[in-house]
């Protein structure tokens, strides 16, 4: 495996590509700047709660299966990597003029978030523009460079490329999913409701997580963000998967540290990471694999 380490990202390559999968994980940073912890007023474990803590880690085994693995380092409450680049919230952001209306923007939850998880305010004051501008530029136009690096390599080697958005939900989220007295779901599947990817991919991709035991939803309540929308291109034979892993299945949400389930669904789900990457084999690998 080849480690590249930047300020924006991380990057973990196989020793050689043999699938059309990459996974991403742009919402697992957690290098908070000491200039931004001192303007917040929120603490360090408040300011921690939009973070898909440890997403990185549980996805830490995907190059051993021939794929990449993407990771953010800067979190999400500094700058949003699921969000456009022009997604500025003129509430918190001076010169920002105000837009159409974006629901996204509208909650404080921009590019730059005004708000971390259940609506608490991240600063007593605004931003500047020039601040707002330096932190797109050093950690989100290289994440979102190299991501489609990464996808342009697929496409050019295996004739498709195929995104897995990696993510976190809070175990809340999903109180209202489903029927009255129904389970919840454990993995929710987003792809903008058939717009983003092929049904055939996403179908074998809840197979595999269904066939490890997991109770799978789609786009209900998470059906994908910019990422998705930005990057599925099923049409060019460009998919965006959006995955969403309930935290109560590995981590304390409270203390936000691994729980005792940590190992074992990290093992689970390595099993579920080397059947997606299989998706993008062609037939001559897998047999080749078998």
Partial sequence: MQ????????????????????????????????SFMRRAVLNASEIRSSEDAFVDQLFAAVPSYG??????????????????????????????????????????????????????????????????????????????????????????????????????????????????GSARPDVVLGDRFGATAASSIVEQIEAALASAGLRVARNMPFAGAFITQHYGRPARQQHAIQIEIDRALYMNERTLEPNESFESFKTLLTGVIAEIADIGRADEQKIAAE
């Fill in 3 to 34: 480690i590249v380490l930047e300020t924006a990202y991380s990057l973990t390559r196989p020793d050689a590509r043999t699938t059309s999968v990459v996974f991403a994980s742009p919402h697992s940073g957690r290098d908070y700047p000491a």
């Fill in 67 to 180: 794929a990449p693995l993407l990771t953010a380092k800067a979190p999400r409450a500094y700058v949003d990597l699921n969000r456009g680049a022009d997604e500025l919230d003129s509430a918190l952001i001076e010169g920002v003029r105000r837009a159409a209306h974006n629901p996204r923007i509208a909650s404080g939850l921009g590019v730059i978030p005004r708000v971390v998880a259940n609506g608490r305010q991240i600063y007593r004051g605004k931003l500047t523009l020039i601040e707002a501008h330096q932190r797109i530029a050093q950690y989100w136009r290289p994440y979102h460079d190299q991501l489609q690096t990464l996808l342009d390599e697929s496409s050019n080697t295996f004739g498709e490329a195929i995104l897995i958005d990696c993510h976190s939900m809070p175990h809340e989220a999903l109180e209202n999913v489903g029927p009255p």
